[in-house]
């Protein structure tokens, strides 16, 4: 079985609603039921049954099928037409777990290395809640994600007709974060999170033997300045005060010692802050791909994807959730943050719909765990009750202020 939180450790847990710690021991049993099943983007199947079987049972009116496998809960109180989303992610990573942990993932090779499980865990605690006590005036869908890991799943829900089926007003995420004190929160104003792009350059020469190299015009050798003319990007053509980041993370070419191979390819992530230095990025990738090759009598193809854009937090609604924390954990419960160069799909919903993405703190050291897409990694349950507790006072908050 899965147990609750230990006893003794209940007094130094962060503050929560009473109504939602009382519910703990059953949230704690879905998060880890979920952690044991991981399942990947876009077959978050088992999940969304459970997600959807719950939200029923409270009341819900429930969605099935935009994104794949998204879900979506609306409930209406009172008479007011405002309306606003909050949104979870359910997928996991291909990633296999040595956490150790009793609950550990039960499927060999994948795992929620990242903390979708305590995500969605702490929407449907929330969503229990304020089902039961609807104090609120208006209309709240609950969103459940698919797909966030790289496959982009906010914006398939988006193009299946989110918005037309259930517009928003606006829209808030939230994301834990090891190594921030447990249940603190953090909400960074304007570009909180990084594009991120990738791009696979082939550098295309003539193979040949490795020992008579006259003969040939060898990619490797032209590939290996490439890498090192990609880092000028950054320190000579980005604005100091700006922040790009180009790294090469995987070099393949040839097998064997003695043969200089036709082709090798270069495989770059690629980071941006701001629209006008990911243009920039993309610019100039591509310029000295050319040049590089063709100065070793080459010839380079860059394959330039775009992927997740800028996560923007607005102002209004960050000002708002930032107001929201504080009112309720006062100045201490909430974090100063700078921006963090990782990626997040929310930024879709946000390019449609003011927001705001806060992050909530996972614990620190050994009780926060490791760092989130690490094997060890597992989401602290003792942040569930605060996280849920924040959605709780957001919804009311929004919900019953005036327009």
Not at 157 to 170: I, K, T, V, W
Not at 189 to 211: E, N, Q
Not at 273 to 289: H, Q, S, T, Y
Not at 297 to 320: I, S, W
Request: hydrophobic share 45%; aromatic share 8%.
């Amino acid at each position: 079985m899965n147990a609750p939180l230990p006893t003794a450790a209940i007094a130094s847990l962060p503050p929560a609603l009473e109504a939602i710690r009382a519910q703990e021991a059953e949230m704690v049993a879905i998060r880890r039921q979920i952690h044991q099943n991981p399942e990947l983007a876009f077959e978050e199947t088992a999940t969304a049954d459970l997600v959807a079987e719950r939200l029923a049972r409270w009341g819900y009116e429930v969605h099935r099928g935009l994104g794949v496998t998204g879900v979506v809960g609306t409930l209406k109180v009172g008479t007011s037409t405002r309306r606003i989303g909050l949104r979870a992610d359910m997928d996991a990573l291909p990633i296999k777990e040595t956490s150790g942990k009793a609950w550990a993932s039960q499927v060999l090779g994948k795992m929620h290395a990242c903390g979708h499980d305590g995500h969605t865990a702490m929407l449907l605690s929330a969503a229990r809640h304020l089902a039961a006590t609807q104090n609120f005036d208006g209309i709240l869908h609950v969103v459940f994600q698919p797909a966030e890991e790289g496959l982009g799943g906010a914006k398939k829900m988006l193009d299946d007709g989110f918005l037309d089926l259930f517009p928003c007003e606006a829209m808030f995420g939230m994301h834990n974060m090891p190594g921030r004190p447990l249940g603190k929160f953090a909400a960074v104003p304007g570009y909180a999170l990084a594009s991120a792009d990738r791009a696979v350059i082939k550098v295309r020469g003539v193979g040949g033997h490795g020992a008579m190299p006259h003969y040939a015009a060898d990619p490797v050798v032209a590939a290996s300045s490439l890498v090192m003319a990609l880092q000028t990007i950054v320190s000579r053509n980005v604005p100091p005060l700006q922040m790009g980041v180009v790294t090469v993370g995987a070099f393949l070419a040839g097998d064997a010692p003695n043969v200089i191979p036709g082709v090798a390819e270069l495989r770059l992530t690629i980071r941006a802050f701001r629209p006008d230095v990911r243009d920039l990025l993309e610019k100039r990738i591509n310029e000295i791909a050319q040049a590089q090759a063709a100065a070793f009598g080459c010839t380079a193809e860059v394959d330039y994807q775009r992927g997740y854009p800028m996560l923007h937090n607005h102002a209004k609604e960050t000002a708002f959730c930032r107001q929201v924390i504080t009112d309720w954990l006062g100045a201490e419960g909430l974090l100063e943050a700078e921006p963090v160069t990782g990626s997040e799909d929310f930024a879709f919903f946000l390019e449609k719909v003011p927001g705001c993405y806060v992050f909530i703190g996972n614990g620190e050291g050994s009780e926060g765990g490791c760092m989130v897409h690490n094997p060890g990694y597992d989401f602290n349950d003792a942040a569930l009750s605060t996280g849920a507790s924040y959605w709780v006072k957001l919804a009311e908050t929004y919900l019953n202020k005036a327009a």
